[in-house]
């Protein structure tokens, strides 16, 4: 397989999370990165560790079926890793991110990968849904959402948000996080990010997730997110929410 030329987003993250299925362009994209911001393995570390503790919650709740969206490298703790008893459907936009998580997970028979749009959940394979999250709309199932909201416009990710809840059974629940303005400070960091990137302040979160309910815990630095001791002192760039669709 040839080197990509291009870094890729999912890559870089694999390389922050200590992975190994990065290449030298995703080090050096990582690397620029990185002087125009400051270390991002920790940060990026907090947010692994926030899906993980979210996904147990949902496992705990009682649901074996996960549906993940912007999945990127299935691999570090991701979430077929942390509900080893639980089915997965991974789902990414970018083919050659597709492409990686299908050849690693091709042994798996409880998770697998293919195309989706978290935008236009029809762009999920049928025969894929079915036999990795069955009973989906008509039993309980989890749903992943990381690393999407701050690249959708507040409309978009509205109704999108309101589609997934549509779609679900009562009694599901959605994992989600939200890019704060961290960024603000860096604008040679922001710059890499495009024209898409949108930072966010705290308050205006919780409108965003419409009839979607956060659990108790609310919408906090993902850090601070049912840490297992003290929160890992890390900047606030993501904060994050386990919401419920009630059942009933």
Partial sequence: MAEPDQPSTARMIDYWLGGAHHHPVDVAAAGAFENAYGPCAAIFRALRDFLGRAVRSIADAGVDGFLVFGAGVPTC???HEVAPDAT??????DPAT??????LLADSDRAGYGYGDATDIGTVDPA????FVPGWGRRPVGVVFLGLAAFLDDDTLARTLDELYEAV?????????FDSEELAAYP???????PAFRM????????LLGRWQPTADGIVPVAQ?????????????FYGALAVKPAG
Avoid: C, K
């Fill in 77 to 79: 703790g991701n979430v």
């Fill in 88 to 93: 997965v459907l991974y789902t990414d936009v």
């Fill in 98 to 103: 597709v492409r990686l998580g299908q050849r």
């Fill in 128 to 131: 894929q849904l079915h036999r």
């Fill in 169 to 177: 059974a009562p009694g599901s629940f959605l994992a989600i996080d």
């Fill in 188 to 194: 040679d960091a922001l710059a890499m990010m495009g």
């Fill in 200 to 207: 966010r302040a705290p308050a205006r979160f919780a409108p």
């Fill in 225 to 237: 997110w049912r840490p297992a001791g003290a929160p890992e002192p890390v900047p606030d760039a």
